[in-house]
């Protein structure tokens, strides 16, 4: 009688809160939304598997009823754990990305950058990692020592505009050259102190990538807006001429005499061959018929590899005759490749897939870096980026992979094993 009478004295306090404030009790569910890497992972809580409310867009909303540890899961990754109460959101959104339990790269660590990391670019020593920056003004230098620490923002001096997309290191006269697409200039760098130098002038409209011909006196910039090449004394900085070459030039890249500039044509899939001493193209590889947009260019041993954002595909072509020898689907809006400095690997950076009302906005889903065979272009391992893995650089000792994350303003960092 007396455990009887217990029980209703605490059953009513509960039952008139209920009445009361009904809300209260559920004050331990937790409604939010999930985008993952892998899309379709798993989510328990204290072990029970949870079922997504609803999907679109490619984000899962859950609610879950309770307290407890959340474990995100997927077959061939490592799962991560939140308490219920730590789950990271913002805006009522999760984001949650897996790594793979094995393989070749192995995440090290993320780090913040500023707005819109367009492309990432190793010292010669690997002492240091420059990244430009499209949506705030400069270039965010990061000291390694073991792991990744932010150094500094460069500056130009007198100068606030955005807008800095791609980098070079001239190593024989120890600077670093950074595009700037809103002034249309390249901007030069002390490499050893980090002091400002000079600005160039390309005489084009929105200045993208830089290179170097092999012996250093030519420092070439491509113009996206005005399709040529602007072409400057390496010593002087003295603007020489402009290259017409009949579409939008991205990447670029010299045959080992620098006779020849290999130039990929974003219009289409097409090469553009720059004869050096004519100034002018001499040949078009076209990569295959119909549409294309070919992105990036590297030259190995007498093979070329080129990108393809539209097709998301990466190809090798022989550099003599622009025979296409292989050409892959990887995945989509492939953006920067590089090549390991051995030769034996190809990175590639996927965006993911577009958000169909803003590209500049998070798409569906997470992008991946993918690492290929160089020889036929076979997938051998793929980590997942977050929102738009776009710039790409593996250290010069091979041992390092970094990529930024376009939209989130981060950069990430794996150990090549």
Known sequence: MCDFRLTVFRLIPLLLLSQLQPGLLEAQALSFGLKSAPPDLAVYLNGELQRPLSTAAGIRNYRIAGSGTLRFSAAGYRSVEYTSAALPLKNGLAQIKLENE???????????????????????????????????????????????????????????????????????????????????????????????????????????????????????????????????????????????????????????????????IYDEPVIAVVDMKENRVSRRFRLYEGQGAVRHVIYRDGKLYVSDMYRGTVN?????????????????????????????????SSRGRNNPEDYTRPGPEFGAIYMLNAADLTVEERVWGRNQPTGLAVSPDGKYLAFTDFLDANLELYTIK
């Open 316 to 348: 090798i072509l022989n550099a003599s005759t622009g025979a296409l020898l292989v050409s892959k689907r990887i995945g989509p809006n492939i953006n920067t490749i590089v090549l390991s400095p051995d030769g034996r690997r190809v990175f590639a």
């Open 102 to 264: 094995s393989g070749v790269l192995e995440y090290t660590g993320e780090y913040v950058t500023g707005a819109q990391p367009k492309s990432a670019y190793w010292a010669p020593d690997g002492r240091r990692l420059f990244v430009p920056l499209l949506d705030q003004h400069g270039i965010d230098v990061f000291r390694f020592e073991q792991s990744l620490v932010f150094e500094k923002r460069l500056s130009v001096p007198g100068s606030r505009a955005v807008g800095f997309v791609e980098a070079m290191i001239d190593e024989q006269r120890r600077e670093l050259w950074v595009s700037n697409m809103v002034e249309n200039k390249v901007h030069i760098f002390n490499l050893d102190t980090l002091d400002y130098k000079i600005s160039v002038g390309t005489g084009g409209v929105l200045p993208k990538v830089i290179v170097q011909n092999p012996a250093g006196n030519l420092t070439l910039v491509s113009n996206w807006v005005s399709c040529d090449i602007s072409v400057i004394d390496s010593e002087t900085k003295t603007l020489l001429r402009r290259i017409p070459v009949g579409g939008t030039p991205r990447g670029m890249a010299f045959s080992p005499d620098g006779g020849l500039l290999y130039t990929a």
